[in-house]
């Protein structure tokens, strides 16, 4: 008698006999359960130690074993924070390198990108693979290069330290940012540029009304990446504007004068308008990462 084989193309880490099984279905959830738990004590932990602390005395804060919540909860903490530490300024500041650094990051790396994918250059894949290719140059290699570079700018010759371009130039030509954007614009349909030339569009016409439309998942994902690197730099900003400090230099400069309570509120103030912009454009991320192609 003939025996029927399960159609096994489809592997998994349990079985689906086994799935299906009461015993082997609660171990399942059980298992799950746990690692889900430990996953969001993970990542989710050091966040709710940081907006805790800020609520609590430095006494208390410092205490072994830790206090899972505040004793007496206050918020003098967050306020001596504000104050000491000028965050309003240190706010405007980053806010004004971030916007400034995203729209050139926007600017540069879509015509870089654009250009590379649909009006295939000379030497297009040679100029794209050294750009992957500096990816793999650490970042802090770069930095003595790079400051010296700005403190006297090739051809022009002027120093650019303590000014905001000094923070916006370096973010322009960031590869990853425009391979992101490349292979996005390569799974747009050439017969939609097509139909836009024959229509009489240019190649400029045909990026803003068809290209961007339809690229706003991946111009979104390339902007939360863009403003989140400028806003928890440290070293850069540390160095190059002294007198016009960001939230992260102004914050940890401060670590060696203020109390252990008022500098986790600076902290997890300086974090709120970062965990805010992920929580906000959460979907777009993953929407802009997934997204590779268009269905006809």
């Known amino acids: 008698m003939a025996t029927t084989v399960p159609n096994s193309a489809t592997r ?3 079985s689906p006999v086994r799935l299906n099984q009461p015993r082997g279905r609660l171990i399942y959830r059980i298992v799950l359960t746990l690692i889900l738990i430990v996953t969001t004590v993970v990542f989710v932990g ?31 903490a967050f306020t001596e924070a504000w104050s000491r530490l000028g965050m309003g300024q240190l706010l405007l500041n980053t ?3 971030a916007g400034g650094a995203l729209l050139l990051q926007l600017l540069f790396g879509v015509a870089a990108a654009y250009s590379l994918s649909k009006l295939r250059p000379v030497l297009g894949n040679v100029i794209l693979g050294m750009m992957l290719a500096s990816m793999m140059i650490p970042a802090a290699a770069l930095v003595i ?5 700005v403190l006297d700018l090739p051809l022009i010759h002027v120093n650019l330290q303590d000014t905001p371009w ?23 349909p050439n017969e939609l540029l097509d139909a836009a030339a024959i229509d009489g569009a240019g190649p400029v016409r045909v990026l803003w ?3 961007l439309p339809l690229s706003r998942p ?8 863009g403003v989140v690197a400028v806003w928890k730099d440290f070293l850069w900003p540390l160095i190059t504007v002294p007198s016009h400090e960001t939230l992260n230099v102004g914050v940890n400069t401060a670590a060696t004068s203020m109390p252990e309570n008022s500098l986790i509120a600076g902290l997890f103030l300086a974090s709120i308008p970062t ?5 906000v454009f959460q979907r777009n991320i993953m929407a802009g990462l997934t997204a590779g192609g268009l269905k006809g």
């Open 12 to 14: 998994t880490l349990i």
């Open 46 to 76: 050091p966040l709710y130690w940081m907006a805790t602390g800020g609520f609590k005395s430095s006494q208390e804060l410092v205490r072994t074993p830790p206090t899972l919540f505040p004793e007496h909860p206050a918020t003098h």
């Open 95 to 97: 806010v004004v390198y």
């Open 145 to 149: 290069p790079q400051y010296l570079t």
């Open 166 to 188: 000094v923070i916006w130039l370096p973010t322009v030509a960031n590869a990853f940012n425009i391979f992101l954007l490349k292979r996005f614009f390569d799974s747009i």
């Open 209 to 211: 009304s068809v290209v």
């Open 218 to 225: 991946i111009l979104g994902v390339v902007s939360i990446f």
């Open 275 to 279: 965990i805010a912009l992920f929580l």
